[in-house]
């Protein structure tokens, strides 16, 4: 059988993300930037911006979005999609912390 | 009928309020045994926190005492533990023999305080704060004075900190996030709550890990040691950081068991006789700590054992502090999110903040702070999941204001007698401000307060100035035109500095409290110009944000489109050497850095470099006696310099020399922008010291001191500031000009656009002829450099910020079968 199915990977403690900052987890030839709130919510998006690229986990966090380091696009760290005038989007993946551990839904 | 036997292992307040339930609903059905492992009848546990503070007594607080257990029949077990449950012959036996029979067994034991495993745990003067032997214990501390250290920092730890310091203790409370109450509150709210701890004399460490509890000989507590090797001298350690739901017992039973035990939503374990509430259970993968819920599930039980069908199937839970004078109420989910709006209330001066998060009309969420009087309102309709559309531009400010006729502010302003006071700061009225404005002609915010000192000091009263300029002048003043630093605030980045100097504010919520922002967390331009404000105004004291900066100064490096990063080694006034050359040889081929090149600073760039190889580039590079050349930084970046005298037929001094001198004496220095240098050593210019942010041109007399220049988006050729005659001199005024760039600068204002905006006779004036001014800005630079003169690169590679460099986890895909 082939079976591709969804799973929660548990990839760190929650203390390893700073606070309004992310954390990158390489998932094969991909990265995903593992981002962390104000209020410990955890939210994983592809750190690749649908503008040209940028590592989105390289940029400031606010308002559960991300402003990226290229060129100032705004995405939501929910959505992964970009805010205001900008068009795009960018793949989200599930994440969640329980006791202080971080899980990210991988497809494995 | 026959009664049956009901049997209750827990004393607390959820079983209490089941068996008031039960015995209205069906005062005859159950005969009812309770075990309680506390030596005492029921009492209110919430009201401990008065009981420590010394604002009640345990009598006050006792719910249910012996006559009740008498007239209602009920046989209480004090002081007996239940130590096993036989559910094949339907018994529960305890510790000390006694054992009953049942048909039906509810479960309530509760929760113990989680207790940290810190080495010195089990030493005398260790205590939990969860029952009244605690509370007891605690006071008995208290008489003899001292320190009480207690760690955590959230509602409970919170409530025992302000009870133990009203019983005269000297307390220090520890926690280790950056703020207060994080799980019920936002940081604006958690700063607000650490002010009023603060303001009472008690001590708040956020960030502050506990190492070892250190205890003397004979095994009492004498102190704690945190991970940074600080000691704090204390003869009591409360640990409340938090709880865990004490399963044990239902465990050894057999039940069902995760964080808690599990109930279904008719409050049933996974044995049909035995039920289970309160903190011990889990219900739907929550478990609870607060009373409400309790009280819900409570309820569900009675009527399930009276044969009722009821379901409990979880609780939205309201937070309340119980400490004296501290107003603060939060409720529901206030994360951001999408399709969420948030309505934020500051008053800074009586220290007020309010916020609601709502989502598709309905309120979602609620933190109050300062005046909570509205928080069950609120809460009210969080619950209901009422439509809040018809009242939204007013609901934040409560119930009182919904329905009444709406309030003009400016109508208000214009009602008031002429002799009311506007300006408490420097005693101006109503009359002398519209007197100003109508016989000076004055128009605009800061021509009123050049004239009349309204609002021009600690600036709360500014709304109230622009309400009577809008009354006095109508559409002739429009306190828009202040451009606000961005959507967060309608504060323009020099009103932003002048408060903060102000009013001493030293955190980045302090300020979004103080200046009443209108969002949670600011934006990514306000938290940068933020963040480097209260680095250049508290250079001591206030902690750089890292979160706040952009990416090149978090990792000082420079982004690339790629992804990759660029390194730039500091070369002082451009200078190298064959070793330093042959150690950037060297780094190059060992990380395979693709590209190298000259830079137009005078310095070499390596380009390409992967982010989680920039610790490794940096160790390298250090032990060549690099450090880094901030060529990311909102900061000094280089010093170009000719070869001068040193070398040059037409050199008229050693123009390389005062470059190094400049470079060495002003690196690692934060600026509202970049700051470019250039040292020509004579007129011919090689350096291009004329189109710099700040250029000296040496000449036969001395150093022509230049500024304003620039080369990028604008070419504008430099201004003189003037002519001085020693190096010292150069470096003097030279630092003094920068320093009085960087106390008034707008953050990303490069010095030419500060300069036009000044006058550049004003800088003249304060930089060449007030020796005085000159001296205090250059002793603040100074002083300054104490603090960031530390090479981020070196700082780094012995570990600091670690986990930026580094995935924090890797995963290969493997391959189908």
Sequence with gaps: MNVMSQTWVAIGDLTEIPVLGARCVKNGDMTIAVFRTADDQVLAIEDKCPHKNGPLSQGIVHDNCVTCPLHNWVISLETGRAQGADEGSVRVFPAKQEDGKVYLALTV | MTRQKLVVVGNGMAPGRMLEHLFTLAPDTYDVTIFNAEPRVNYNRLMLSPVLSGEKTYEDIITHDDAWYADNGIILHKSAKVSGIDRGAKTVTSENGITASYDKL???????????????????????????????????????????????????????????????????????????????????????????????????????????????????????????????????????????????????????????????DDMRTSDPDIFSLGECVEHRSMCYGLVAPLYEMAEVIASNLTGGSSTYTGSVTATKLKVTGVDLYSAGDFAEGEGREEIVLRDGAAGIYKRLVLKDNRIIGAVLYGETSDGPWFFDMLKKGTDVSVMRDTLIFGQAYQGGDPLDPTAAVAALPDDAEICGCNGVCKGKIVTAIKDKGLTTLDDVRAHTKASASCGTCTGLVEKLMTATLGDAFNPQAVKPVCGCTHHSHDEVRRLIKVKGLKTIPAVMQELEW???????????????????????????????????????????????????????????????????????????????????????????????????????????????????????????????????????????????????????????????????????????????????????????????????????????????????????????????????????????????RIGLDEIRQQIMDDAEKRQGYFDRFVFSQKFAQVDPWSERVSGKDKHEFKPMAAFSLEAAE
């Design chain 2, 106 to 264: 509810v479960i309530a034991t509760g929760s113990s305080p989680f207790i940290i495993p810190l080495p010195g745990k089990d030493l005398d003067g260790v205590l939990t704060y969860r029952d009244l032997d605690d509370v007891e214990k605690m006071l008995v501390a208290a008489k003899s004075g001292g320190r009480a250290i207690v760690i955590g920092g959230g509602l409970l730890g919170l409530e025992a900190a302000a009870g133990l310091k009203m019983q005269g203790m000297e307390v220090t409370v520890l926690h280790l996030m950056p703020t207060l109450m994080e799980r019920q509150l936002d940081p604006a709210a958690g700063y607000l709550l650490e002010a009023e701890f603060v303001r009472r004399g008690i001590e708040v460490r956020t960030k502050a890990n506990s190492h070892e509890i250190l205890g003397t000989e004979d095994g009492k507590v004498r102190g704690i040691k945190l991970d940074d090797g600080t000691i704090i001298e204390a003869s009591i350690v409360v640990m409340a950081v938090g709880i865990r739901p004490s399963t044990d017992l239902a465990k050894a039973t057999g039940l069902d068991v995760n964080r808690g035990i599990i109930v279904a």
């Design chain 2, 518 to 756: 209108t969002t949670s967390q600011g934006c990514a331009k306000c938290r940068p110009a933020l963040n480097y404000y209260l680095v250049c105004d508290w250079p001591d004291e206030y902690a750089d944000d890292y979160q706040s900066r952009f990416i090149n100064e978090r990792v000082h490096a420079n982004i690339q489109k790629d992804g990759t990063y660029s390194v730039v080694p500091r070369m002082w006034g451009g200078m190298t050497s064959s070793k330093e050359l042959r150690a950037i040889a060297d780094v190059v081929d060992k990380y395979n850095i693709p590209a190298v090149k000259c830079t137009g600073g005078q310095r070499i760039d390596m380009l390409g470099i992967k982010k989680e190889d920039l610790p490794g580039v940096w160790e390298d590079l250090g032990k060549a006696g690099f450090v880094s050349g901030q060529a990311y930084a909102k900061g000094l970046r280089t010093v170009k310099t000719c070869v001068g005298s040193d070398w040059c037929r037409f050199g008229t001094q050693d123009s390389t020399g005062l470059g190094i001198k400049l470079e060495k004496f002003m690196w690692g220095s934060w600026t509202p922008a970049k700051l470019k240098l250039a040292v020509s050593g004579c007129p011919r210019n090689c350096a291009e010291a004329t189109c710099k942010d700040i250029g000296i041109i040496c000449v036969d007399s001395g150093f022509e001191i230049h500024f304003a220049g620039a080369a990028g988006l604008d070419i504008k050729g430099t201004e003189v500031l003037g002519l001085v005659k020693t190096e010292e001199e150069a470096l003097e005024y030279v630092v003094a000009l920068a320093q009085m760039y960087r106390e008034q600068g707008h953050y990303l204002e490069r010095i030419y656009k500060w300069a036009k």
